[in-house]
Nanobody
Framework: QVQLVESGGGLVQPGGSLRLSCAPS????????MGWYRQAPGKQRERVAT???????IYADSAKGRFTISRDNMKNTLYLQMNSLKPEDTAVYYC?????????WGQGTQVTVSS
């Protein structure tokens, strides 16, 4: 069983920045894909960004140019740096990881963008 623990959410004004962190209970390299998804009230969960163990990244169009996904191998932590935040970025953000044929999700961290 893999546990993913997110942190770093909160309230930020439009145009501000936040960095989300995700700490897996296993070596992050054992997770072939890690990423961030989000779910806004009344909407389906959507992919924000993913990173493979090879380092290849994929971003949703809404995240391109504003968000950066990265892994710190020494700290065994996944990050999502979010800049130029907009009210429409308000959502619960979930850390995601795959190991072999299984998928794992964190509990989520709330991000609210409001003035």
């Amino acid at each position: 069983q893999v546990q993913l623990v997110e942190s770093g959410g909160g309230l930020v004004q439009p145009g501000g920045s936040l960095r989300l962190s995700c700490a897996p209970s296993v070596n992050a390299f054992s997770l072939s894909v890690m990423g961030w998804y989000r779910q806004a009230p009344g909407k389906q969960r959507e992919r924000v960004a993913t990173i493979r163990s090879t380092g290849m990244t994929i971003y949703a169009d809404s995240a391109k140019g504003r968000f950066t996904i990265s892994r710190d191998n020494m700290k065994n932590t996944l990050y999502l740096q979010m800049n130029s935040l907009k009210p429409e970025d308000t959502a619960v953000y979930y850390c995601y990881g795959t190991k072999e044929q299984f998928e794992y999700w964190g509990q989520g961290t709330q991000v609210t963008v409001s003035s």
